[in-house]
């Protein structure tokens, strides 16, 4: 074999090592170079927790120390200071083990109309209407709770983009 051919090869190889597939999803994800790398994992995504009839869109945003801090000196001090929140809507904190960065982790609850339309669309090239005013989406305890513990497990092998 030439050694032009085996540079080739080497650079594929290379290449290809760059990406794995995660076992859950079938989507390729860059690794970064360190001897302990992770997968690098897009910060907006959708995701369907196992046994779980839902998709959410999860979008994941580093939080500063600063922040955390002014944000706790906040809830502690400000007794006026009532969030609103949506009922489509999640919000909970996750620490990532990895490198100690923070994320607000936010998730909403992708309509199944919304999922059946698109599917129909892409794959059948059908398109209907659906009323999706009439859906109403909203979270319950248990949901939230499956939610977030499925997600932490599924980001703890990953480093956020």
């Not at 995660?22 to 995701?47: C, D, E």
């Not at 609103?84 to 909403?108: A, H, L, S, V």
């Not at 659906?130 to 305890?141: D, G, K, R």
Request: aromatic share 14%; net charge negative.
């Amino acid at each position: 074999m030439s050694s032009t051919t085996t540079n080739l090869q080497n650079e594929r190889d290379t290449s290809a090592a760059q990406y794995r597939s995660p076992s859950q999803h079938n989507i390729l994800l860059p690794t970064n170079s360190s001897a302990n790398s992770r997968p690098v994992h897009p910060a907006v995504f959708i995701y369907r927790p196992p046994s779980d009839f839902y998709h959410y869109r999860i979008n994941c945003n580093e939080i500063s120390y600063d922040t955390i801090a002014c944000l706790l000196k906040k809830l502690y001090n400000d007794h006026e200071n009532i969030m609103q929140f949506k009922d489509d809507e999640y919000i909970f904190f996750y620490r990532q083990e990895y490198d100690n960065r923070f994320y607000k982790i936010t998730c909403e609850i992708v309509s199944p109309l919304l999922v059946n339309k698109c599917l129909s669309k892409s794959l059948l090239g059908i398109e209907f209407e659906q009323n999706m005013e009439q859906e109403q989406l909203s979270f319950t305890f248990d949901q939230k709770e499956f939610l977030e513990l499925h997600l932490k497990n599924y980001l703890s092998q990953y480093i956020l983009n």
